[in-house]
């Protein structure tokens, strides 16, 4: 398994105040995702990055941003958090020669 | 547009009872096929990945095998320790990143 950790785990925040989930793995892996999971839909890509710096929107992009520094850092910012952001979100992560995402333990985020 | 569905929803089995998950899935062109297990309150574990019609994989209890339309992991003699959601997720050709994820079934063993 990929070391995947996503901090924090769970988080109560209120509408209109900006919120960061930090996603940290130590496999030295080029690609990273984000991703949220809600009742009633599958999961749903976010944003991803393919390295440092780079990144590009997935199919849910709207009201997130991501940023890449460093490879093992992914960092997912909600501007302006709103309670349709109230969600769980995994990180996952992947190498260049394989094709499988291997995930994080999630963030449970609620907005209130 | 890419799509990926699960059947049943959900399904109960006794220990011991073998079945099998549906995943069917219409994509532009297949890049690969994936089998996650998911507990609650826990990430996806990957399981397999398929690439071509007529492969298959097995680890224990289970098998994916994948044709042109859709994939099944079938699960022989189930143990409760088996209960949990099964994801399929199909990655496309083209160049996106994207895995395009069925909602999954949520199997039960009971004991």
């Known amino acids: 398994d990929a070391g995947i950790t996503q901090s924090p785990r769970h988080k109560v925040t209120e509408t209109g105040t900006p919120v960061t989930l930090r996603c940290h793995q130590t496999?030295?892996?080029?690609?990273m995702y984000w991703y949220r999971q809600d009742p009633g839909h599958g999961l749903r890509l976010i944003h991803y990055s393919y390295g440092v710096k780079d990144t590009d929107k997935g199919e849910v992009s709207d009201g997130y941003s991501v940023s890449r520094s460093k490879t093992e850092d992914f960092l997912l910012t909600l501007e302006s958090a709103t309670s349709s952001q109230t969600s769980v979100y995994f990180c996952?992560?992947?190498?260049?020669?394989?094709?499988?995402?291997?995930f994080g333990p999630g963030t449970r985020l609620t907005v209130l | 547009e890419d799509q990926v569905t699960q059947s049943p929803e959900a399904l109960r089995l006794q220990e011991g009872e073998s079945s099998s998950l549906n995943c069917s899935y219409t994509?532009?062109?297949?890049?690969?096929l994936f089998w996650y297990r998911q507990d609650p309150g826990k990430g996806p574990e990957f399981l397999f990945t398929l690439y071509s019609a007529g492969e298959e994989k097995e680890k224990e209890r289970l098998k994916a095998t994948l044709t042109k339309k859709e994939s099944f992991l079938h699960i022989t003699a189930p143990k409760p320790e088996d209960s949990a959601t099964y994801l399929c997720?199909?990655?496309?050709?083209?160049?996106?990143?994207?895995?395009?994820f069925g909602k999954g079934t949520k199997l039960t063993v009971n004991p």
């Open positions: 994509v532009s062109g297949l890049r690969g």
């Open positions: 996952a992560s992947r190498s260049s020669t394989h094709n499988e995402q291997f």
């Open positions: 496999e030295n892996h080029r690609y």
């Open positions: 997720a199909v990655s496309v050709q083209g160049g996106s990143e994207k895995l395009v």
